[in-house]
């Protein structure tokens, strides 16, 4: 666990969560799934559009890995359709964004704790939950659906819900308004700069999770904590009533 800030000490009031990586781990399953999904989108390019593809993604094929700061875990379909479509000429980038989107429901998920007695934990304390992701909100509801948690969160909003996308700060304000609390009465919670950057923008206390790609390293600059996982929340949130 490492602090790297000291900025907040007022009690937190609610949790606002990525989802990717945050309460789902990024998992060498997610990866095949991912790159599978991208070889099929890109199928009829010829090997060299491909060997950019994997470049540009910051894909190695030979370990089928992503690396720490790919876009593929932080950026939203239509960024990623928009980036795809570079490399594959005549490509509807609608219509990819919608498959992207439609793929989605399918990704494979691997819970980062035990969610439904972490969340419970939380919201007995009284803080108010929310996600925001740069899935579609449609995703990501069905995600939180499939572990029986959507009835926890008390707002869930993603890239298409009409507040932008990470690591604009859209969603991160609409919580607050919502929630009707100052920005530094939240947590944000996420396992890529782009979610704290988000957060820590309007204020919101950051904590970063290294239960996706990036690194300690990474996250540090842009976190008031760096916690291995989300299960360690609660002790985090003892400390700072």
Known sequence: MKHSSAR?????????FDKDGTLFRITSQWEMWFSQ??????????RSISDALASELRYDPATDRFAPDSPVAMASSEDMAALLSRYLPGTDVCLLQRQLDTAADDMPLTPAAPLIPLLSTLRQTGLKIGLSTNDSEAAARAHLDRFNLLGMFDFVAGYDSGFGAKPGSGMQRAFAEQMALAPDRIAMVGDSV???T????????????LSGPST???????ADVVLPDISHLPHWLSDHP
Not at 8 to 16: E, K, M, P
Not at 37 to 46: E, H, N, S, T
Not at 216 to 222: A, R, T, V, Y
């Open 37 to 46: 999904l991208i070889g099929k989108l890109a199928r009829q390019a010829d």
């Open 194 to 196: 782009y979610d704290l």
């Open 216 to 222: 300690e390293d990474i996250l540090s600059p842009m």
């Open 8 to 16: 907040h000490n007022q009690r937190v009031d609610a949790i606002l």
């Open 198 to 209: 988000a957060g820590r923008a309007i204020g919101m206390v950051t904590i970063g999770v």
